[in-house]
Nanobody, 122 residues
Framework: QVHLAESGGGLVQVGGSLRLSCAAS????????MGWYRQAPGKQREMVAQ???????TYAVSVKGRFTVSRDNAENMVYLQMNNLEPEDTAVYYC????????????????YGPGTQVIVSS
């Protein structure tokens, strides 16, 4: 069983920065893609940023140039550096791990953490 745990959310003013971290645990051999999704009140969950094993990132248009995703494959960690935050970035941010292979040979397609709240005040 794979578990994801996010940290680093909180309250920040417009233009401020936050860094989210996510640790994946559970006898993991490798994770193809790790990343971040978010869900604002009354809206659908959306992809924010993701990064593959080789370190190639993908960003939502709304965060490109402001957010940076990175990962540590050895530690099964993924990070999201968020700069120049806007009120529209207020949401619950979820860590995601996709195509996860365990050391026991079990494959899992898609996992999410419980989420961390980010509030950007104007």
């Amino acid at each position: 069983q794979v578990h994801l745990a996010e940290s680093g959310g909180g309250l920040v003013q417009v233009g401020g920065s936050l860094r989210l971290s996510c640790a994946a645990s559970g006898n993991i051999l490798r994770i193809n893609t790790m990343g971040w999704y978010r869900q604002a009140p009354g809206k659908q969950r959306e992809m924010v940023a993701q990064i593959d094993e080789r370190g190639s990132p993908t960003y939502a248009v709304s965060v490109k140039g402001r957010f940076t995703v990175s990962r540590d494959n050895a530690e099964n960690m993924v990070y999201l550096q968020m700069n120049n935050l806007e009120p529209e970035d207020t949401a619950v941010y979820y860590c995601n791990a996709r195509d996860v292979y365990s050391r026991s040979g079990v494959y899992g397609s898609d996992y999410y953490g419980p989420g961390t709240q980010v509030i950007v005040s104007s």
